[in-house]
Protein backbone atom coordinates (compact mmCIF):
# COMPACT_ATOMS: atom_id res chain seq x y z
CA UNK A 1 0.00 0.00 0.00
CA UNK A 2 3.14 2.12 0.44
CA UNK A 3 3.91 2.36 -3.28
CA UNK A 4 -0.23 3.35 -3.63
CA UNK A 5 -0.12 6.47 -1.31
CA UNK A 6 3.25 7.92 -3.22
CA UNK A 7 1.17 7.60 -6.32
CA UNK A 8 -1.76 9.47 -4.67
CA UNK A 9 0.82 11.87 -3.33
CA UNK A 10 2.83 12.54 -6.16
CA UNK A 11 -0.68 12.96 -8.25
CA UNK A 12 -1.44 16.46 -6.36
CA UNK A 13 2.48 17.40 -5.83
CA UNK A 14 3.63 16.48 -9.73
CA UNK A 15 1.15 14.63 -11.41
CA UNK A 16 2.98 14.53 -14.42
CA UNK A 17 5.76 12.27 -13.77
CA UNK A 18 3.68 10.15 -11.32
CA UNK A 19 1.24 9.43 -14.38
CA UNK A 20 4.43 8.59 -16.44
CA UNK A 21 5.90 6.52 -13.49
CA UNK A 22 2.08 4.55 -12.75
CA UNK A 23 1.80 3.81 -16.76
CA UNK A 24 4.94 1.32 -16.37
CA UNK A 25 4.32 -0.09 -13.18
CA UNK A 26 2.74 -3.50 -13.34
CA UNK A 27 0.09 -2.89 -10.95
CA UNK A 28 -1.07 0.13 -12.72
CA UNK A 29 -4.80 -1.15 -12.58
CA UNK A 30 -5.03 -1.95 -9.04
CA UNK A 31 -3.54 1.26 -8.32
CA UNK A 32 -5.92 3.12 -10.29
CA UNK A 33 -9.01 0.94 -8.58
CA UNK A 34 -7.76 1.84 -5.32
CA UNK A 35 -8.21 5.03 -5.90
CA UNK A 36 -11.82 5.15 -7.02
CA UNK A 37 -12.25 2.50 -4.10
CA UNK A 38 -10.84 5.29 -1.53
CA UNK A 39 -12.69 8.09 -2.53
CA UNK A 40 -16.13 5.84 -2.76
CA UNK A 41 -15.83 4.69 0.55
CA UNK A 42 -15.21 8.01 2.20
CA UNK A 43 -17.75 9.57 0.38
CA UNK A 44 -20.35 6.65 1.34
CA UNK A 45 -19.24 7.42 4.70
CA UNK A 46 -20.25 10.74 4.40
CA UNK A 47 -22.99 9.91 3.01
CA UNK A 48 -24.14 8.03 5.91
CA UNK A 49 -23.71 10.53 8.52
CA UNK A 50 -25.99 12.46 6.70
CA UNK A 51 -28.48 9.86 6.44
CA UNK A 52 -28.28 9.46 10.26
CA UNK A 53 -29.22 13.35 11.02
CA UNK A 54 -31.90 13.40 8.27
CA UNK A 55 -29.90 15.80 6.33
CA UNK A 56 -32.31 17.42 3.48
CA UNK A 57 -30.24 17.35 -0.27
CA UNK A 58 -28.88 20.69 -0.80
CA UNK A 59 -30.27 20.43 -4.30
CA UNK A 60 -33.31 19.59 -6.05
CA UNK A 61 -33.19 15.75 -6.95
CA UNK A 62 -32.67 14.40 -10.61
CA UNK A 63 -34.08 11.43 -10.27
CA UNK A 64 -37.53 10.21 -8.52
CA UNK A 65 -36.13 10.04 -4.96
CA UNK A 66 -38.24 11.64 -2.23
CA UNK A 67 -35.55 14.63 -0.70
CA UNK A 68 -35.76 13.42 2.89
CA UNK A 69 -35.05 9.65 2.16
CA UNK A 70 -32.32 10.73 -0.47
CA UNK A 71 -29.03 10.18 0.92
CA UNK A 72 -30.60 6.94 2.77
CA UNK A 73 -30.72 5.71 -0.64
CA UNK A 74 -27.61 7.28 -1.84
CA UNK A 75 -25.79 5.12 0.34
CA UNK A 76 -26.04 2.19 -1.86
CA UNK A 77 -25.85 3.74 -5.17
CA UNK A 78 -22.92 6.07 -4.38
CA UNK A 79 -20.13 3.68 -5.22
CA UNK A 80 -21.48 2.54 -7.94
CA UNK A 81 -22.06 5.92 -10.02
CA UNK A 82 -18.39 6.97 -8.99
CA UNK A 83 -17.21 3.49 -10.72
CA UNK A 84 -19.61 4.05 -13.66
CA UNK A 85 -18.37 7.32 -13.76
CA UNK A 86 -14.76 6.33 -14.25
CA UNK A 87 -15.36 3.64 -16.50
CA UNK A 88 -17.71 6.14 -18.64
CA UNK A 89 -14.16 8.82 -18.04
CA UNK A 90 -12.26 6.21 -19.72
CA UNK A 91 -13.86 4.99 -22.12
CA UNK A 92 -14.90 8.27 -23.93
CA UNK A 93 -11.22 9.43 -23.38
CA UNK A 94 -9.76 6.51 -24.86
CA UNK A 95 -12.05 6.85 -28.09
CA UNK A 96 -11.89 10.33 -28.65
CA UNK A 97 -7.79 10.39 -28.41
CA UNK A 98 -8.40 7.95 -31.59
CA UNK A 99 -9.41 11.40 -33.55
CA UNK A 100 -6.12 12.74 -32.26
CA UNK A 101 -4.06 9.37 -33.45
CA UNK A 102 -3.71 8.68 -29.97
CA UNK A 103 -1.73 5.46 -28.61
CA UNK A 104 -2.44 4.45 -25.06
CA UNK A 105 -4.19 1.59 -23.90
CA UNK A 106 -7.64 1.48 -22.24
CA UNK A 107 -6.06 -0.14 -19.12
CA UNK A 108 -3.66 2.57 -19.05
CA UNK A 109 -6.31 5.67 -19.15
CA UNK A 110 -8.19 3.52 -16.78
CA UNK A 111 -5.51 3.31 -14.39
CA UNK A 112 -4.86 7.24 -14.28
CA UNK A 113 -8.06 8.28 -15.06
CA UNK A 114 -8.80 6.28 -11.43
CA UNK A 115 -6.26 9.49 -9.64
CA UNK A 116 -7.72 12.20 -12.07
CA UNK A 117 -11.10 11.51 -10.73
CA UNK A 118 -10.30 10.97 -6.97
CA UNK A 119 -7.41 13.82 -6.38
CA UNK A 120 -9.93 16.75 -6.86
CA UNK A 121 -13.03 14.84 -4.91
CA UNK A 122 -10.74 15.16 -1.88
CA UNK A 123 -11.77 19.04 -2.25
CA UNK A 124 -15.33 19.04 -2.28
CA UNK A 125 -14.89 15.97 0.60
CA UNK A 126 -13.48 17.72 3.04
CA UNK A 127 -15.75 20.58 3.93
CA UNK A 128 -19.13 18.36 3.18
CA UNK A 129 -17.40 16.07 6.12
CA UNK A 130 -16.77 18.10 8.45
CA UNK A 131 -20.10 19.76 7.93
CA UNK A 132 -21.62 16.14 8.32
CA UNK A 133 -19.43 15.51 11.81
CA UNK A 134 -20.28 18.72 13.35
CA UNK A 135 -24.09 17.75 12.69
CA UNK A 136 -23.90 14.45 13.99
CA UNK A 137 -22.08 16.25 17.01
CA UNK A 138 -24.53 18.79 17.19
CA UNK A 139 -22.47 21.49 17.11
CA UNK A 140 -24.21 22.98 14.27
CA UNK A 141 -27.51 21.97 12.34
CA UNK A 142 -28.50 21.43 8.59
CA UNK A 143 -30.23 24.84 8.81
CA UNK A 144 -27.63 26.98 10.59
CA UNK A 145 -25.18 26.09 8.10
CA UNK A 146 -27.14 27.17 5.26
CA UNK A 147 -28.08 30.18 6.92
CA UNK A 148 -24.50 30.77 7.49
CA UNK A 149 -23.45 29.75 3.62
CA UNK A 150 -26.53 32.15 2.39
CA UNK A 151 -24.93 35.22 4.00
CA UNK A 152 -22.75 37.23 2.43
CA UNK A 153 -19.22 36.92 3.75
CA UNK A 154 -16.75 34.50 4.58
CA UNK A 155 -18.93 31.31 4.83
CA UNK A 156 -20.81 32.30 1.42
CA UNK A 157 -17.21 32.70 -0.87
CA UNK A 158 -15.78 29.35 1.07
CA UNK A 159 -19.03 27.31 -0.14
CA UNK A 160 -18.62 28.35 -4.08
CA UNK A 161 -14.86 28.69 -4.00
CA UNK A 162 -13.99 25.00 -2.87
CA UNK A 163 -16.52 24.04 -5.44
CA UNK A 164 -14.83 25.78 -8.10
CA UNK A 165 -11.75 24.77 -6.85
CA UNK A 166 -12.80 20.99 -6.99
CA UNK A 167 -13.68 21.77 -10.97
CA UNK A 168 -10.80 23.81 -12.00
CA UNK A 169 -8.67 20.78 -10.28
CA UNK A 170 -10.29 18.62 -12.54
CA UNK A 171 -9.62 20.38 -15.95
CA UNK A 172 -6.08 20.58 -15.03
CA UNK A 173 -5.57 16.70 -14.12
CA UNK A 174 -7.93 15.05 -16.86
CA UNK A 175 -5.69 16.47 -19.91
CA UNK A 176 -2.65 15.76 -17.96
CA UNK A 177 -3.67 12.11 -17.41
CA UNK A 178 -4.94 11.69 -20.85
CA UNK A 179 -1.66 13.35 -22.30
CA UNK A 180 0.57 11.03 -20.31
CA UNK A 181 -1.35 8.03 -21.45
CA UNK A 182 -2.46 8.64 -24.40
CA UNK A 183 0.72 10.31 -26.16
CA UNK A 184 -0.62 13.80 -27.41
CA UNK A 185 -0.12 17.26 -27.33
CA UNK A 186 -1.38 19.62 -24.86
CA UNK A 187 -3.83 21.21 -26.70
CA UNK A 188 -5.06 17.94 -28.19
CA UNK A 189 -5.20 16.46 -24.39
CA UNK A 190 -6.78 20.15 -23.69
CA UNK A 191 -10.06 19.31 -25.63
CA UNK A 192 -10.30 15.71 -24.50
CA UNK A 193 -9.96 16.27 -21.38
CA UNK A 194 -12.34 19.31 -21.07
CA UNK A 195 -15.42 17.45 -22.77
CA UNK A 196 -14.44 14.44 -20.65
CA UNK A 197 -14.75 16.21 -17.58
CA UNK A 198 -17.88 18.25 -18.81
CA UNK A 199 -19.70 14.76 -20.14
CA UNK A 200 -18.80 12.38 -16.62
CA UNK A 201 -19.23 15.95 -14.31
CA UNK A 202 -23.49 16.06 -15.71
CA UNK A 203 -23.62 12.19 -14.80
CA UNK A 204 -22.33 12.47 -11.74
CA UNK A 205 -24.60 15.65 -10.91
CA UNK A 206 -27.43 13.96 -11.42
CA UNK A 207 -26.93 11.06 -8.62
CA UNK A 208 -24.88 12.74 -6.36
CA UNK A 209 -26.00 15.30 -3.88
Known sequence: MGQFWSYLGGAVINPRRTFNLLLTDPKLLTY???AVLLIGVLYTLTIIGLAVVGADISAPAWI???AEDYYFWEIFFAM???FLAWILATGLAHLMSKAFKG???FEGTLAVLGFALTIP???TWIPETIGTIL???GVMSQAEWREIIARPGFGQVFAVAYQFIAVAWYLI???IAIAATQKLRWWQAAIVGTLTVA???????????
Request: aromatic share 16%.
Open 32 to 34: GIS
Open 64 to 66: AIP
Open 80 to 82: PVY
Open 103 to 105: RGT
Open 121 to 123: SFV
Open 135 to 137: FLL
Open 173 to 175: LFP
Open 199 to 209: IVGLVILIFIR
